[in-house]
C-alpha cells in the first residue's frame, strides 16, 4: 500500500463523459444556370428534403502519480484512457408525385459510424534545482479506429502507434531572467465528416464528399522564450518563438466538372508550417512626475500551407512584419493617457495565380485619455484608425477613424455615477476584412452601428462590513 503522505507524492484521478444527440430537417429548393462564354448551356434544379441525426459519447479517464526520487527529482507516471463513438445518420428525399418528400435519393444518403479508442501511458521525469527546472518525458498513444458504412456493410480497420515526446527547460538568471525551450509532439484524428463518403450537396454549387482514407495528422511543435524585468525601473522584455509543422496534415482537394461545379474532399499532405516571433520591450524615461512609459512590439509571422486546386498542387506563403509602438503617462488623480500605433506589411504569394499575390501597407493605432476633476467627475476619449494601402483590385475607400467621448459623474460616495457619452463622432465606424491566403482574395463589408449617444447610470452595490480587529493581548 502507497502512502500518500510522503512530500510531494500525488495521486490524482479524473473521468469525464460527454454525450451529444442532435436532429435536422431542411429544404432545399435551387434553380441553378451555368454559363460558358456568357451563354447560359446548362440548367438543374434541386428539390430535396434533407433529415440528419447526429450523435456522440466520449468518455475519457485518467490516472497520473507522481513519486519523488531525491530532493530535486521527480517521477511521473500516467495513464489515459479514450472512447469516442460519433454516428451520422442522413437521409435526403425528393418529392414524389403529390409533392410530398418520400423518394429516397440513395446516392446522396448514407448512415455512417466512426469509434476510436485511445490507450496512452507515459511518463515524465521532472528536476527543479536551484535555478533550473527541467522535464522530459513522453507518452505512447494505441489509437484503434473503426469506420463503419451501414449502408453499404462496409466496415475499415486502422490501428495507429504514436510517440508523444516532451521537452521543456527553463533557467531562472540573475536580475530576473528567465529562458525557456520547450518541444511538444501531438496527433490529429479527422472527423467523421472528413470521413464519412457521401456527397453533400447543400450548396449546389460547391459539393463536399467525405475521404475515408484519411490518415491521422501529427504536429511538431518548438516554442520558447526569454524574460527580463525590472520593476522599480518599469522596464521590462518579453519574447516569444513558436515553430510548428505537421506531418498528414488535413488540407482540401479540389475539381471542377466541365459546367464549373466545384467539388472537394479532405486529403493529408506535409510541407506545411507555421513560425511566430515576438518581442516586447517596455522601458520608461524621465523622473518623478515627467515621467513616460514607452514600449516596442515587433511581430513577425511567417507561414506556408499546401493544398490542391483544379487537382494541381499550390503552395501559399503567407508573411505578416509588424511593428507597434505605445506611449503612456500617468498621474493618479490627475490623468491617464495611452496611445499605441502600429505599421504592418503583409506578403501573400501563391504559385498557380499570380493576380493574387498581394503586398501591402497598413497602419493602425488606438488613444486612450481620462482626466479626472475634482476627484468625482471625469472626462474621457477614446478612439482607433485605420490606414490600409490602395489596392486596384478594391476600389472602395476602406480607411476609417472612430472617436468616442463621454462625461462620467460619481455620486454618494462614488456608490452612483452617472456617464453621458457619443460614440464614433465621426460616424465612420465600419466592418471590414480582408483575406489574401491560398490562391484567391476576398473582401467583405459588413455592417455595423454607427455614431450614436448613450446615458448610463450605475450603481455599485457594496455593504460588507469589516470586522473590527481583536485586541492585543501583552502577557
Do not use: C
Amino acid at each position: 500500500m502507497i502512502s500518500l503522505k510522503k512530500a510531494r507524492r500525488t495521486l490524482s484521478l479524473s473521468a469525464i463523459g460527454d454525450f451529444k444527440e442532435s436532429n435536422g430537417i431542411s429544404n432545399q429548393l435551387s434553380y441553378n444556370n451555368y454559363y460558358k462564354g456568357g451563354i447560359s448551356n446548362t440548367k438543374d434544379t434541386v428539390d430535396q428534403q434533407n433529415k440528419s441525426i447526429n450523435a456522440s459519447t466520449t468518455i475519457t479517464t485518467s490516472v497520473a502519480f507522481t513519486e519523488p526520487i531525491n530532493k530535486y527529482l521527480s517521477l511521473g507516471i500516467n495513464l489515459s484512457v479514450n472512447v469516442a463513438n460519433t454516428g451520422n445518420d442522413r437521409n435526403v428525399f425528393t418529392p414524389d408525385g403529390s409533392g410530398k418528400y418520400t423518394v429516397k435519393y440513395d446516392s446522396l444518403s448514407n448512415e455512417f459510424d466512426f469509434k476510436t479508442s485511445t490507450y496512452k501511458p507515459g511518463f515524465v521525469l521532472r528536476l527543479v534545482k536551484k535555478k533550473i527546472t527541467a522535464m522530459l518525458g513522453t507518452s505512447v498513444g494505441y489509437n484503434r479506429f473503426e469506420q463503419v458504412n451501414n449502408t453499404k456493410n462496409i466496415t475499415q480497420h486502422y490501428n495507429f502507434t504514436n510517440f508523444f515526446p516532451t521537452a521543456g527547460i527553463r533557467f531562472t538568471l540573475k536580475g530576473n531572467k528567465r529562458i525557456n525551450i520547450n518541444y511538444r509532439g501531438s496527433a490529429a484524428a479527422p472527423s467523421l465528416q472528413q470521413l464519412q463518403p457521401v456527397p453533400d450537396n447543400s450548396n449546389p454549387l460547391s459539393i463536399y464528399t467525405g475521404n475515408p482514407n484519411l490518415k491521422q495528422s501529427f504536429t511538431h511543435n518548438f516554442s520558447g522564450g526569454f524574460n527580463w524585468s525590472k520593476p522599480l525601473s518599469d522596464n521590462s522584455i518579453w519574447s516569444y518563438f513558436n515553430y510548428s509543422t505537421t506531418n498528414n496534415a488535413f488540407t482540401e482537394y479540389t475539381t471542377r466538372d466541365t459546367i464549373g461545379r466545384l467539388f472537394y474532399k479532405t486529403i493529408n499532405t506535409n510541407g506545411n508550417y507555421y513560425i511566430n516571433l515576438n518581442l516586447d520591450y517596455n522601458f520608461s524615461v524621465g523622473k518623478g512626475k515627467n515621467k513616460v512609459g514607452l514600449g516596442i512590439n515587433p511581430y513577425i509571422q511567417l507561414n506556408k500551407t499546401n493544398e490542391f486546386v483544379d487537382s494541381i498542387l499550390n503552395t501559399n506563403y503567407s508573411n505578416t512584419y509588424s511593428v507597434r509602438l505605445n506611449v503612456n503617462k500617468y498621474k493618479e488623480d490627475k490623468f491617464e493617457f495611452y496611445f499605441g500605433p502600429s505599421i504592418s506589411y503583409t506578403q501573400s504569394k501563391s504559385n498557380i495565380n499570380n493576380t493574387s499575390n498581394t503586398n501591402l501597407w497598413s497602419m493602425s493605432g488606438w488613444a486612450d485619455m481620462t482626466i479626472y476633476i475634482k476627484k468625482k467627475t471625469q472626462i474621457s476619449a477614446n478612439g482607433n484608425f485605420n490606414f490600409r494601402q490602395k489596392d486596384p483590385r478594391y476600389t472602395k475607400n476602406n480607411n476609417y477613424t472612430t472617436l468616442n467621448a463621454s462625461v462620467k459623474q460619481y455620486l454618494y460616495k462614488k456608490e452612483v455615477s452617472v456617464k453621458l457619452g457619443v460614440y464614433d463622432i465621426f460616424n465612420q465606424n465600419r466592418g471590414y476584412s480582408s483575406d489574401f491566403s491560398s490562391y484567391k482574395f476576398t473582401e467583405s463589408y459588413f455592417n455595423t452601428l454607427k455614431r450614436y449617444w448613450l446615458l448610463t447610470l450605475s450603481w455599485e452595490f457594496n455593504h460588507q462590513k469589516q470586522k473590527a480587529a481583536p485586541a492585543s493581548v501583552t502577557k
